[in-house]
């Protein structure tokens, strides 16, 4: 997929007109990062790579090959590492040499710091601890000045609604689907009910690897040639969503629909053809060659069946020397081994097997005589017979046919029981969402139900999604679609627009939704200034490991005389997020 891949430019580093340093924005992928400064005139992010790094063991951090400076996946596919458990940064020592690649590549030269703000994406719910290992890294080892935390699919789905001059707040339902999960997210006045959000662990790398398993299935001679990559690269080309599953899988039942629908993938492979286009010279010394090793062949399946005939021939001798020599209780029970049933038929037996030995010590010393000649002669005229023949079309053989798979893999979505997921697809769980609201809410929610992220670019998901709300929703009731105007990059664009309009540190003001320095030091790591775009911050205290604890010496129950005895219970701050979520102005 990324053969073709060119390393990425170094660009140069940008200062606003108000003084402080052009924001970086970063959308952190699970599948890819895009990455580049937070400017106008940008329509989409120069850097653009895969979330993988790849190291040899006992390698040196410098020599660590990242994203596209990979030129094949495939062979290193064994070596990759991903900072991602499914869409959660887990992994920070990867997280960091992508930063490391991303900071390199936008010309950041200064020693020791990056001193520009950083915007940066997060999974919807994003756990506390995630947030404060990332807010350590980007503070602590480099230094920024602020950072400020937003979920991909929000800002992709404000970056629509503004392009489409869509009055904030707004209200609706997104339906997210990247490359490790799929997302439900309600957002009621302008921010995310976190409450209410679901995910569902299928999503663009479970379609793939589901891809990969039919067609190696159905092609069991190009397993090797069957690689994950060129399964991503045939879904997003190839795959298309049935707007009705059932019926789209009886139309492929015609041989014409078939022959029009199929598409075929060609595998790289070798064009040397076996016969064709060579010499006359190459040919006869192939020809002999044959020959040669067939002569050979014979000679010794002559010699074995010689062999094999001689040892049973010595054996039947023995038996028949018993009866010559008077030993008549053995002979007969040797006859009895022999499942035979005379001596007579004893000798009818010997006699054959010494003309079969006869007949092939002869044809051994004679092996390249007229019967060698005749079996020459017979294998010769085999091949030019065959020369006549049209040659063997090696291109067709390595071409992989893709009919019923180019809707199979993107249903998943909806029925992942398909790969063996115990679990609801992405509409029921859109209908277990909006079962928690009230009719009027869902009505709401349902004007703008929005689909965004990479793995809803195939055609026919609008419709399809359409289709089953048309199912779910009741008689003559209202609802909208609306497919992001650039699913892949909205994201981006989303952080891009939300942080040239709320630049921080201009004005000395504090704006909300970014974090300082200041901010990180005094509300610890997993803190989050909220904004329209960005999770909700519930603060629960994050327990650090404890020393050892020493035996506690024994307690004696007050008696009435030592007074009352006062109970203190600490509970952790606890925050309840209800449907009336408050209007943020985005």
Known sequence: ???????????????????????????????????????????SPRLLFRSVAARSRGAARSETQIGNDIPNLEPLRWLL?????????????????????????????????????????????????????????????????????????LYSF?????????????TGIILSSGYHCSHILPVLNGRLDAVNSKRVNVAGGQAAAYLQRLLQLKYPGHLAAITLSRMEELLHEHSYTAVDYQEELEKWRSPEFYEREVHRMQLPFSGKLPGGCVSVEERQERRAQQLRRLQESNARRRGEKLHQDQERLDRLMAVQELLEDGFLDQFHKSLVELNMDSAEELQSYISKLQLAVEQGRQKLLHSDGAEGKTEVSELEQQMEEGDGMPAFNMAEYHQLFVGTERLRCPEILFQPSLTGEDQMGMMETLQYVLARYTPEQQEALVSNVF?????????????????????????????????????????????????????????GGRV????????????????????????????IKINKTLPARQAEPSVTLPTEASGPVRMVTSSPTSSSLTSDVPMVSC
């Not at 320095?517 to 989050?528: A, M, N, V």
Request: negative net charge; charged residues 20%; hydrophobic residues 35%.
């Open 158 to 170: 404000h970056h629509t609604n503004n392009q489409k001059n869509l009055r904030p707040p707004q």
């Open 512 to 539: 909300a939704g970014w974090i300082s320095r200041q901010d990180y030091e005094e509300k610890g790591g997993e803190y989050l200034s909220e904004h329209c775009a960005s999770n909700v911050f519930v603060p």
């Open 1 to 43: 997929m990324n053969s073709d891949s060119s390393p990425d430019p170094i660009l140069d580093p940008l200062v606003t007109s108000c003084g402080t340093a052009t924001p970086i924005v970063i959308d952190n992928g699970s599948f890819q990062t895009r990455a580049d400064w937070a400017t106008v005139d940008l329509d």
């Open 81 to 153: 590492k991903s900072q991602f458990d499914r869409n959660v940064v887990v992994n920070f020592e990867i997280q960091e040499l992508i930063f490391d690649h991303v900071f390199t590549h936008l010309g950041i030269t200064s020693e020791g710091r990056v001193e520009h703000p950083i915007v940066l994406t997060e999974a919807p719910c994003n756990p506390l601890h995630c947030r404060q290992m990332m807010s350590e890294l980007l503070f602590e080892c480099y230094g920024v000045p602020h950072v400020s935390y937003g979920v991909d699919a």
């Open 451 to 507: 689909l965004t992220g990479g793995n809803m670019q195939y055609p026919g998901m609008k419709e399809r999604v359409e289709r089953e709300l048309l199912a779910i929703r009741p008689f003559q009731s209202h609802f909208k679609v609306t497919l992001a105007m650039q699913p892949t990059l909205g994201a981006w664009l989303g952080a891009r627009d939300w942080a040239l309009e709320h630049p921080p540190g201009c004005g």
